[in-house]
């Protein structure tokens, strides 16, 4: 498998989230839920659905991808915990969130997925939020 100019995203990440920049696999997300500073690194790799799919050099690059965002998340006032996951069940396209978390979050303990419906951000803010992330992601 190869990045590719033919890259197409799923249609559910398209609609959950924002496109922030292209990193050197990844196209890099917001997902537009107010609740959660969240991240999504989604690798222009045409049918990949699993990690242990990309050659060895597409891994490196997406490790290099979440421990970049990763951090950068962390950072994030409030944040204690980092959550990465690439679970895949519902949404093939291979895709890893990284979601800042709190105790007393909106689903502390569990997990964010159906911890209630999104709370999406307002055009602006929503754009606000996506030029802060470019900046700190470079």
């Known amino acids: 498998m190869s990045a590719t100019p033919a890259f197409a995203l799923d249609p559910r990440l398209a609609a959950d989230s924002a496109f922030i920049a292209d990193g050197p696999l990844s196209q890099v997300r917001l997902m537009d839920d107010t609740r959660f500073p969240w991240l999504l690194l989604v690798p222009r790799v045409d049918g990949a659905s699993e990690w242990i799919e990309l050659d ?50 909106a689903a502390w303990p569990g997990p964010v997925w159906g911890s209630g419906p999104a709370q999406r951000h307002a055009p602006d803010a929503l754009q606000a939020r996506i030029a802060y992330w470019r900046t700190l992601l470079g």
């Open 56 to 105: 060895g050099g597409q891994q490196r690059l997406l490790l290099a991808e979440v421990n970049r965002a990763g951090a950068c998340v962390r950072a994030e006032p409030g944040v204690t915990k980092l959550n990465i996951g690439a679970l895949g069940n519902i949404v093939r396209q291979l895709h890893v969130h990284l979601v800042g978390r709190h105790e007393g979050d």
